[in-house]
Nanobody, 115 residues
């Protein structure tokens, strides 16, 4: 089992920045990928960014050039630096970790971007 705890959400004005953090505990040696998803109000959860154990990153088109994902040195944490935030980035952001067909989720952190 893997437990994930997110932090760093909040309220920010459009154009501002936030940095989300996610700490993993439990069976962390098995984790091969960590990433972020978000669920905007009234919409389904969507992919934001992912980083694998080799350091390869992938981003949703909507956040490319504005968001950066990174992992901590111990690879038990993942971060999401969000710059040039837009009102449409408003969502609950979820940390995800997994290996193979197994996926684990955090409880989410709210990000609200005011116009």
């Amino acid at each position: 089992q893997v437990q994930l705890v997110e932090s760093g959400g909040g309220l920010v004005q459009a154009g501002g920045s936030l940095r989300l953090s996610c700490a993993a505990s439990g069976s962390i040696l098995s984790i091969s990928r960590m990433g972020w998803y978000r669920q905007p109000p009234g919409k389904q959860r969507e992919f934001v960014a992912i980083i694998n154990s080799g350091g390869s990153e992938n981003y949703a088109d909507s956040v490319k050039g504005r968001f950066t994902i990174s992992r901590g040195n111990a690879k038990s944490s993942v971060y999401l630096q969000m710059n040039s935030l837009k009102p449409e980035d408003t969502a609950v952001y979820y940390c995800n970790a997994g290996y193979g067909f197994r996926d684990y989720w955090g409880q989410g952190t709210q990000v609200t971007v005011s116009s």
